[in-house]
């Protein structure tokens, strides 16, 4: 039988940042929280990655405990840390040295291997006009939409 796929996205990152550059990462679990995922159970609102003694670590995210989980379950918000090549961090780290520039996670899914991965991405933040000009492209393509297809 086949598993659903899993695909949990951020809808705020792609508003609130310019994408610059994504990498897929693999995240640090524990038995409990990847039975959660794998019901569809997390959540990436307002979830940010920082580096802490050049690791890289999300915070925020929020993976609810898990129903049977009895006194093994985990802390919906605790900190995760992320792997990555030490070349993708290397590079990520450079990134964040400029202003303006922060790693937001966009995507969390379940690979073919049944292993939870993390799309992170190095993003600028957006200005707020830069958000409303979005807003009208968004509406323009609706709008161009419906016409052809009627």
Not at 57 to 71: A, P, Q
Request: net charge positive; hydrophobic share 35%.
């Amino acid at each position: 039988m086949k598993q659903p796929s899993i695909n949990i996205r951020n809808k705020r990152a792609t508003f609130d940042y310019e994408l610059v550059d994504t990498y897929t990462a693999g995240i640090v679990l524990t038995g409990t929280e990847i039975k959660s995922i794998r019901a569809g159970k997390a959540s990436l609102v307002d979830t940010f990655c920082i580096f802490i003694k050049n690791e890289l670590w999300v915070k925020n995210m929020h993976i609810t405990e898990y129903f049977y989980g009895s006194y093994n379950n985990h802390t919906a918000r605790r900190d995760r840390k992320l792997l990555l090549s030490k070349k993708e961090l290397e590079k990520l780290q450079r990134g964040m040295k400029d202003p303006g520039f922060t790693i937001v996670p966009t995507r969390l899914f379940i690979n073919e291997k049944g292993l939870a991965k993390l799309v992170i991405a190095l993003a600028k933040g957006k200005k707020q006009y830069d958000k409303r000009e979005a807003l009208k492209e968004k509406d323009d393509r609706r709008d161009m939409a419906r016409l052809f297809k009627r």
